[in-house]
């Protein structure tokens, strides 16, 4: 049988999501913990990468297994993992169903923080410079990027991808008061490798007035990189809200009812 499991994790203390030689990894740590408990390799299949110190607020991964699953699968999944991952959600599915390639789309949340807050140095970039930023012109940049489809010019230049086309569904800057923040919003059917980094650090850089629109512009027309392209720290960035056509239940995130 097929199985999806949704979990999510801190990634602080991992080179990322895809399994690397020598490295820890998200899919390493899930991966030793389910061989724990089938007593047999057991491989998952994501539904997308995310680079190393990048957070996952939602994450799905498909694999297979002979039923019927161990009592109390996921309460024990979640003792054996480390506390930085956890799991909310296991569902059987087609035996073609596929967590990467039929994932209809994603979305990331990038978080800046204007105040600094020692209680969330890895959850959110510390901007110094918040307060300087050309709010207007923070949300254009934003925009912009909803007129294009091919994205060469956000792509880390060392990658295996074979097309730098997306469709972008959602873009925008929101205003989070009362912590404080600066929220990016981006939602697509698919991203590039270091793809939002890139775009929350070209915003900023526009928000600042190091680069204008139409050089954003001229760069996007001309599939060119940035002569000033910044990268974000990654501690900012957070994937969620991956969409299938065949799971619309929305998951309770909290164990307890309602009290009356």
């Not at 890895?122 to 912009?144: M, P, S, T």
């Not at 929101?174 to 923040?181: C, H, M, P, S, Y």
């Not at 990268?231 to 309602?258: C, M, N, V």
Request: charged residues 20%; glycine residues 4%; proline residues 5%.
């Amino acid at each position: 049988m097929r199985y999806f499991l949704e979990f999510a994790y801190d990634g602080r203390h991992y080179n990322g999501y895809q399994e690397q030689p020598n490295q820890p990894t998200v899919q390493q740590a899930v991966e030793r913990v389910l061989e724990l408990l089938f007593q047999v390799p057991i491989k998952i299949v994501g539904c997308g990468r995310t680079d190393t110190g990048v957070h996952a607020l939602q994450y799905y991964a498909h694999f297979d297994a002979a039923p019927p699953l161990p009592p109390n699968f996921m309460a024990r999944v979640n003792r054996l993992l480390p506390a930085d991952i956890a799991v909310y959600q296991i569902l059987e599915v087609a035996p073609d169903a596929h967590a990467r390639f039929d994932a209809t789309s994603r979305s990331y949340r990038y978080v800046i923080d204007a105040v600094r807050n020692p209680f969330r140095p890895h959850q959110a970039y510390y901007c110094h410079y918040v307060k300087d930023l050309d709010l207007e012109q923070l949300q254009a940049a934003a925009q912009l990027l909803l007129d294009y489809e091919d994205f060469t010019t956000f792509c880390k230049s060392r990658t295996d991808t074979k097309t730098k086309l997306c469709d972008l569904y959602e873009s925008y800057w929101t205003i989070d008061k009362a912590n404080q923040q600066l929220i990016y919003h981006v939602r697509a059917n698919r991203f590039l490798r270091g793809m939002i980094r890139l775009i929350v650090g070209m915003c900023l850089n526009v928000a600042k007035g190091n680069i204008d629109l139409e050089t954003v512009r001229h760069a996007l027309d001309h599939q060119q990189t940035l002569k000033r392209a910044q990268s974000a720290p990654p501690e900012g960035l957070f994937l969620l809200d991956i969409r299938y056509d065949y799971i619309t239940s929305a998951r309770l995130h909290h164990p307890l009812k309602q009290m009356d």
